[in-house]
């Protein structure tokens, strides 16, 4: 019975010990990916980067880089668009903000899981305008800069592959799902959407003379996809 017991003991103790183990590797994995995405360009980063952009993003993107914070200097909304058909008429919807609810609810309600969300869209424009930018790098390099043409297909190929674009098309599907809900619709037999983000730049410090709530001295910029079908 004693020696039953014994055996017990060390079994629940290796198990905890493997436990352990697994918890601490799987952390310093996570840790060393995380860190590596923050550090300056350097081979070892540039060798890996698709595959630790595809790991960081758009969950645990930052805003900061190391040793160097990257404070918050512009407002993100991103604006979808529904197109519904039915029996070959299509319906379009207004163009609605999904940013300023989870706004208003995390104002009111600090728990709110909102605020992850908000977080995850601001990673997914982060990586969606960086494989845009890349892509216009590379355009205005090559030959396909001379072909508009084939120059916006490239961009365009860029957006679509961007895990920030699939991230926003995701929730484009469980918005239309309570859009359609709300207004009482039926199931359309096929539903397109089109999305619009919108960065508008505050201010900074040396121009704190300026009105901070006048929307006149913001600059605004934004980006309009192509119609993406989600049904």
Same mark, same amino acid.
């Given at each position: 019975? #004693?020696?039953?017991?014994?055996?017990?003991?060390?079994?629940?103790?290796?198990?905890?010990?493997?436990?352990?183990?697994v918890l601490i590797?799987?952390?310093?994995?996570?840790?060393?990916?995380?860190?590596?995405?923050?550090?300056? %360009?350097?081979?070892?980063?540039?060798?890996?980067?698709?595959?630790?952009?595809? $790991?960081?993003?758009?969950?645990?993107?930052?805003?900061?880089?190391?040793?160097?914070?990257?404070?918050? !200097?512009?407002?993100?909304?991103?604006?979808?668009?529904?197109? %519904?058909?039915k029996n070959g008429?299509?319906?379009?919807?207004?163009?609605?903000?999904?940013?300023?609810?989870?706004?208003? #609810?995390?104002?009111?309600?600090?728990?709110?899981?909102?605020?992850?969300?908000?977080?995850?869209?601001?990673?997914?424009?982060?990586?969606?305008? #960086?494989?845009?930018?890349?892509?216009? #790098?590379?355009?205005?390099?090559?030959?396909?800069?001379?072909?508009?043409?084939?120059?916006?297909?490239?961009?365009?190929?860029?957006?679509?592959?961007?895990?920030?674009?699939?991230?926003?098309?995701?929730?484009?599907?469980?918005?239309?799902? !309570?859009?359609?809900?709300?207004?009482?619709?039926?199931?359309? %037999?096929?539903?397109?959407?089109? $999305?619009?983000?919108i960065e508008s730049?505050?201010?900074?410090?040396?121009?704190?003379?300026?009105?901070?709530?006048?929307?006149? !001295?913001?600059?605004?910029?934004?980006?309009?996809?192509?119609?993406?079908?989600?049904?």
């Open positions: 019975m #004693e020696r039953e017991i014994n055996m017990d003991n060390k079994t629940t103790n290796l198990g905890l010990k493997l436990f352990r183990l590797a799987g952390l310093t994995v996570h840790f060393a990916i995380v860190g590596m995405h923050l550090m300056p %360009d350097n081979p070892i980063k540039h060798r890996y980067d698709t595959e630790i952009r595809h $790991y960081v993003f758009p969950y645990f993107g930052q805003s900061w880089k190391l040793f160097a914070p990257n404070p918050v !200097n512009s407002n993100l909304s991103i604006l979808i668009q529904f197109q %519904d058909y008429k299509a319906t379009p919807s207004q163009w609605l903000d999904i940013c300023q609810p989870l706004i208003q #609810e995390r104002r009111s309600n600090f728990w709110s899981p909102s605020q992850r969300i908000l977080k995850t869209f601001s990673g997914s424009v982060m990586n969606l305008l #960086e494989n845009r930018s890349k892509a216009y #790098e590379y355009v205005h390099k090559e030959f396909a800069a001379k072909d508009s043409v084939k120059s916006a297909g490239i961009v365009k190929k860029a957006i679509d592959i961007s895990a920030g674009h699939k991230a926003i098309l995701s929730y484009a599907k469980f918005a239309h799902n !309570n859009y359609m809900g709300k207004n009482h619709m039926a199931q359309p %037999d096929s539903s397109f959407v089109m $999305y619009r983000v730049k505050f201010p900074r410090f040396s121009k704190r003379n300026l009105d901070h709530f006048n929307l006149n !001295n913001y600059q605004y910029s934004q980006i309009r996809t192509h119609e993406y079908r989600i049904l």
